[in-house]
């Protein structure tokens, strides 16, 4: 869980539902760190919709080795951010808000995840996947009867 093993995207992804700010001399950042612009400028086409929704946790408490994240609410469509922490568990179901019963189709706007069309269970939970610890994937979601 040592902060120097974490890449430079996924910390970023850790503030993208809290409005990140970044205040700080920039040159002594290795170069890698520049490396995250094409994810600013993803984020950045999507932030206005996603601070206009109501944002809540999803998934498990995170503890450095679980699958966690948040969902931005705004009717029938809205954000995912999933984020699967140091865990050796390729797939997680997550207990999304007020989806029970759906069908969700999730496209990908950041991060290491695919798009998919998935049912969202009874008890409120779609599963999803990441193939890597330490990857996080955001999407943009739609929901159907």
């Known amino acids: 869980l040592a902060p120097q093993h974490v ?29 995250i612009a ?7 086409q999507h932030q206005g919709d996603i601070h206009a929704g109501q944002i809540f946790p999803i998934g498990e408490e995170p503890s450095g080795a679980s699958w966690t994240g948040f969902q931005s609410i705004r009717g029938e469509r809205g954000y995912l951010l999933v984020y699967r922490e140091l865990n050796q568990r390729p797939r997680a179901a997550l207990k999304l808000w007020g989806l029970e019963g759906r069908t969700v ?16 269970d ?17 999407y943009e979601y739609r929901t159907f009867l």
């Open 7 to 35: 890449s430079f995207d996924y910390c970023f992804a850790i503030t993208m539902m809290a409005q990140p700010l970044a205040w700080f001399e920039a040159t002594g950042l290795p170069e890698e760190a520049f490396a």
């Open 38 to 44: 094409p994810l600013l400028q993803s984020y950045r």
């Open 105 to 120: 189709q999730c496209r990908l706007i950041a991060g290491h995840g695919a798009d998919f069309t998935g049912a969202v």
């Open 122 to 138: 009874g008890d409120g939970c779609l599963t999803f996947h990441l193939s890597e610890p330490l990857s996080f994937a955001l």
